[in-house]
């Protein structure tokens, strides 16, 4: 029996058949044997895989859930003037259309990521799928940080205003239209924490490849 330093052993095990044999050499079947550290590893990253998966499917519905929920979200007063209807919509507001346009790019892209992160599922020792999941995972991340942030901006004003800056709060007219929006704009917060965490997953599993 040979030992190697990788991640195999070798064991020469002689042949039972009868089969002419010159002199002097030795017959004998080469088996491969798995290194347990080996084994160990990609166990790991299996499960670090399987996680990212479930993680992807909970940022995919808390990014499209964000979108929907934006992207529906208005209100209309039940009492109107002979020229005036009060009305709140989020296209009324050009952050509110960009948050809608931002996290609809968003969950598309965690939709197309999923394939991926089923590539990472099948095979844990894969580098290429887990960088290249590693950064566009940072660019959406960016791009779902903003859209979240600028909409938390006006749903803080529509709560609260500003007396500098002649701003009513709105919400104690429109209150449906603001709880929506505020329930999206949370939503987008949750899924800006998973992609913190699908990014760190990563990272840590590139770092020990």
């Known amino acids: 029996m040979k030992s190697t330093s990788g991640d195999s052993t070798t064991i020469n095990i002689p042949e039972s058949r009868n089969k002419t044999v010159a002199k002097g050499e030795t017959p004998y079947v080469r088996i491969q044997a798995a290194h347990p550290m080996h084994d160990q590893k990609g166990g790991w990253k299996k499960g670090i895989s399987i996680l990212d998966f479930i993680l992807r499917l909970g940022a ?33 507001l050009p952050t509110f259309t960009f948050f809608v346009i931002g996290m609809g790019i968003v969950g598309a892209y965690l939709v197309l990521s999923l394939p991926f992160s089923i590539v990472t599922i099948v095979r844990p020792h894969a580098v290429a799928p887990r960088l290249l999941l590693l950064i566009f995972d940072t660019l959406a991340l960016t791009l779902n940080t903003s859209c979240a942030a600028s909409a938390a901006a006006i749903v ?54």
């Open 156 to 209: 803080y004003l529509s709560h609260n205003g500003n007396s500098d800056a002649n701003w009513l709060a709105i919400c104690q007219q429109f209150g449906d239209f603001c709880q929506q929006s505020s329930g999206a704009v949370v939503s987008a917060f949750v899924a800006v924490v998973i992609f913190v965490i699908l990014i760190l997953m990563s990272a840590s599993a590139l770092r020990k490849v």
């Open 60 to 92: 995919t519905a808390a990014a499209l859930g964000a979108a929907i929920a934006m992207g529906s979200s208005e209100q209309t007063l039940p009492f109107f003037t002979q020229f005036f209807q009060f009305q709140a919509s989020y296209d009324d």
